[in-house]
């Protein structure tokens, strides 16, 4: 059954309209030896052994833990992604807004969990849309106010709501404080015939504490407390309801207490991180050696598969290389890191060292990197690194993946020798 609102939203809309944000020569892609050939610099590329392994790896840890895995697709919001993760056994993909979601369901995602809540009559008219196009679909709840608002709205559409209470923390972002709020919210639920309580979510990333391991078991055991309670009176209406938690960084420690809890009798654990799919080289590879400290038995762990690459496009002084790439590339919540070099069409295979390079500070299209010093250099680049030269393509690695995909309307997908084998489409 075709969606009943054919036309997609207004960001989709201008997306569509849009230019590629690089000219890609096809022939380049199929015949051309040379590094990213056809493609116009910067450009964010997605490595292609580093995602089918990353792909594996957490389906495997979900598997193996008793989880169904439902990736946050708001980090990427790229649909050739989405697919390969249900592909590769995940549940569901998780999404934050209406919009997302009406995005994903129209690149052919059919189980949506919305890890937020639903607020406003235009966002509730597109989940309408949705549930009337065959969505199974799940929201998430905190107040007996919003219970109320989409009660009236989804009562009156003639459609039935799947909502999960959210458990939040004092301090912290939304859901109930305690679980007294929990169990009263489950019972305006209940009274409700156009909602359906679904199960329980919560998001552990903003519990905090002297030891921040012990905090999120902690309150991983407080979401396990709280959905039996709603399942022993009886609050609970769904078949097989849902307990759900888990970013990028605890996921290890929310699906050891689901685990341990036994969660997997009466309902369906849900895993929720979304920035394994291509990792990183700042926040949640610090992250993952936690995972990989904490659990030691659990093997190599993610690698990093996005990658930004750009030129050198100035030398203007000793010391000092100026690349084409800025914060309207590249996420900056860390400054990027230079990882390799390479001559503009040589060969992939051989990179140049970028040993001692560092990236100072970006502007909104340049990077500002300080080259160590070197013993000799060529005429005409006193100082500058010898053989760094106008041109050389330069690999970087970001942090937080979230926020360099949202810069990109198209991204490369490389295989081992960076030719590019497909585009990726964002849809932001």
Not at 359 to 368: I, S
């Amino acid at each position: 059954m075709p969606m009943p609102s054919a036309r997609p939203d207004a960001s989709v809309a201008r997306h569509s309209a849009m230019p590629a944000a690089w000219p890609l020569d096809k022939g380049a892609i199929e015949t051309g030896p040379e590094l990213l050939a056809g493609v116009g610099l910067p450009a964010a590329v997605i490595h292609q052994a580093p995602l089918a392994h990353n792909l594996a790896w957490m389906q495997r840890f979900a598997d193996d833990h008793g989880a169904r895995l439902a990736p946050h697709g708001k980090t990427t919001m790229t649909p050739a992604l989405f697919h390969r993760q249900l592909d590769a056994g995940a549940w569901g993909i998780t999404l934050a807004t209406a919009a997302q979601c009406r995005a994903a369901f129209a690149a052919g995602v059919p189980r949506l969990l919305m890890a937020n809540q639903l607020v406003g009559e235009a966002n509730m008219a597109i989940v309408a849309a949705l549930l009337e196009a065959g969505a199974e679909f799940y929201c998430v709840v905190d107040s007996a106010a919003n219970v109320a608002q989409l009660s009236r709205y989804f009562g009156a559409r003639g459609l039935r709501l799947r909502v999960l209470i959210e458990l939040g923390v004092p301090g912290g972002r939304c859901g109930c404080r305690d679980q007294d709020e929990v169990l009263a919210l489950g019972e305006l639920i209940e009274a409700e015939p156009a909602l359906v309580l679904a199960g329980l979510e919560g998001y552990e990333g903003v519990v905090f504490g002297e030891d921040p391991a012990r905090a999120v078991r902690g309150y991983a055991w407080h979401l396990v407390e709280a959905a039996q309670t709603l399942d022993h009176d009886g609050l609970i209406e769904a078949e097989a309801p849902l307990i759900t938690a888990s970013g990028s960084a605890w996921y290890d420690l929310i699906a050891e207490v689901f685990r341990e809890a036994h969660l997997g009798e009466h309902f369906v654990p849900v895993l929720r991180p979304g920035c394994y799919v291509v990792h990183d080289h700042g926040i949640y590879r610090e992250a993952q050696r936690g995972v990989l400290g904490r659990r030691p038995e659990l093997e190599q762990g993610l690698r990093p598969a996005l990658e930004v690459y750009a030129q050198v496009i100035s030398l203007p002084e000793p010391g000092r290389a100026i690349l084409g790439v800025g914060k309207r590339d590249i996420g900056h919540d860390q400054l990027p890191e230079p990882l390799r070099r390479h001559r503009e069409g040589g060969d992939p295979r051989h990179s140049l060292s970028v040993a001692g390079w560092r990236v100072t500070k970006l502007m909104d299209q340049h990077a500002f990197v300080e080259l160590p010093p070197m013993p000799a250099a060529e005429p005409g680049l006193p100082g500058n690194g010898g053989e760094v030269r106008v041109g050389d393509i330069v690999a970087l690695g970001t942090s937080h993946p979230c926020l360099t995909f949202d810069k990109w309307r198209r991204l490369c997908l490389v295989d081992d020798d960076l030719r590019v084998v497909e585009e990726m489409a964002t849809y932001f």
